[in-house]
């Protein structure tokens, strides 16, 4: 049984010594549920006295050949991966429900099997006929891949044992069940310890496990920000439900890049691979509108080039609303305070909204000038050119500074036809790649050039 004093908070992770029914950490009610031990026995007893084995020490110099990697044959998967998949390795694949999850890792496993790896596809979620369906509608169902309905722990660690897989995709980690843990499945202890033993396994045996883990509604993979340190990679699918791109991101990475991210397009036959993002994310454009903006971004390595929208419009509410899709709030919170304190621009009594589209979220500080346009554009109701793209960071003074690979933006800007744009001064300088450049360094001279004002 659990030692008394150790609660934990499903959403966030947080640790307490008693229950309360709102977490102190996130604010979220409810979330607060007694902690199971990861197995039952002396695990949690002092160690004593008894003398334990020297650990072995080494240099760093040994010249250690790099992982091996198989490759899934879709590049954009592979990327993310940093290249492939690494043997002994565990990976967690969180997204919400509905988003895709299934479909990518079930069109993962057959080509992963077609690579010649020995793999299960272990779902707690639906039926085995269920999932041969989806098998053969995408065309899969040719793939060696071995499939099981299970939820017990305990059956499937002894069947992989027994078995020894190379990859076993376990879909999800929230159905799987530990009958030595005294909670609920899904619960954050049940979570933790599936988690513990199935990346255990794969250390042990060299495995790779991929977990399919489901978000909460803020976000985060359900119970276990203690299970993303446990594992090797984390990655998430996301993407908006009305729209068909999906972003496959990897927040974590031992074994390559994080932030890394692939682009997918549901289609009636499964996931397919978008080789240029930026081609599909600005196809919806249409002639130039106040508001709308094309930032150069960067997503990991690769040049993104997206469409901001901004709606401003007087507020018929006492407090007015600032609503963001794809974009951080506190960073929108910002813009518009420097818009007011440094060029004398007010948003009050306006309603502001900010919408990156295409369903792709955007982490980049890069975006401050092209939002600052988006926003300036919409509330002057004049549009933009529309061959020109707008990146760069604000700084609280209302300084521009500038941002890493310039070059690469606009590149990328030009093989999509745009011929110019601005940005900060300042910055190493490299090629144009063919387009004209309009450097600035403040916003309030960007607002006095571009808008006529300020
Ligand atoms: P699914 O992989 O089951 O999502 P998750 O495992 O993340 O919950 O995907 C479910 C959605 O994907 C479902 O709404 C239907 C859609 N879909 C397609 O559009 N095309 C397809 O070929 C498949 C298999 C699913
Ligand atoms: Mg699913």
């Given at each position: ?21 709102r ?18 026995g ?28 198989t490759?899934s ?90 078995e020894?897989p ?22 954050v ?110 997503e990991?390595?690769r040049?993104?080039?997206?469409e ?42 306006l ?104």
């Open positions: 049984m659990a030692k008394p004093g150790t609660f934990s908070c499903s959403a966030c992770g947080a640790s307490f010594s008693k229950w309360s029914g977490c102190d950490a996130c604010g979220e009610w409810n979330t607060i549920s007694e902690d199971a031990p990861l197995s039952s002396p695990a949690s007893k002092s160690l004593g006295t008894k003398r334990g084995r020297p650990i072995t020490l080494t240099d760093l110099s040994a010249n250690e050949a790099p992982p091996p990697r490759g044959g879709m590049a954009e998967l592979d990327r993310v991966l940093g290249g492939g998949l690494v043997p002994a390795s565990a990976i967690l694949v969180g997204g919400d429900p509905g988003i895709g999850k299934s479909t990518l890792l079930l069109q993962a496993a057959a080509r992963f099997a077609r690579a010649g790896l020995k793999t299960f596809y272990v779902s707690g979620e639906e039926a085995s006929t269920q999932i041969r369906m989806r098998a053969q509608r995408l065309g899969l169902a040719d793939a060696p891949v071995k499939l099981a309905a299970a939820t017990s722990l305990r059956d499937i660690l002894t069947t992989l044992e027994a020894s190379d990859l076993v995709i376990i879909d999800s980690i929230q159905t799987v069940w530990a009958d030595n843990v005294d909670s609920v499945p899904g619960s202890s049940q979570v933790r310890a599936a988690a513990h033993e199935l990346t255990t396994f794969a250390k042990r045996k060299g495995a790779s496990v991929i977990m399919v883990g489901h978000v909460t509604k803020d976000g985060q993979i359900a119970g276990p920000r203690v299970v993303e340190h446990m594992v090797d990679t984390v990655l998430y699918f996301e993407g908006e439900r009305g729209h068909q791109f999906r972003i496959l991101r990897s927040v974590k990475n031992r074994f390559g890049p994080a932030d890394e991210i692939g682009v997918f397009e549901m289609t009636g036959g499964g996931l397919a691979e978008v080789a240029n993002p930026s081609e599909l994310f600005l196809s919806g454009r249409g002639d130039p509108a106040p508001g709308s903006v094309v930032f150069a971004g960067i990991g390595t040049p993104v080039l997206v901001m929208q901004a709606l401003v419009a007087p507020s018929p509410h006492s407090q007015a609303r600032r609503a963001v899709v794809g974009w951080d709030g506190a960073r929108l919170a910002m813009v518009l305070a420097v818009l007011e304190a440094r060029c004398g621009i007010p948003f009050a009594g309603d502001v909204y900010l919408n990156v589209a295409g369903g792709i979220k955007i982490s980049e500080p890069a975006a401050d000038l092209a939002v600052a346009a988006a926003l300036l554009s919409a509330r002057e109701d004049s549009s933009l050119p529309s061959e020109t793209v707008i990146f760069g960071e604000i700084s609280l003074s209302g300084a521009l500074r500038p941002v890493g690979q310039t070059e690469n933006r606009l590149k990328e800007a030009r093989k999509l036809g745009f011929t110019s744009a601005i940005l900060p001064s300042g910055g190493k300088s490299g090629g144009n790649g063919g387009v004209s450049l309009t450097r600035m360094s403040d916003l309030t001279a960007f607002v006095g050039e571009v808008f006529g004002a300020g």
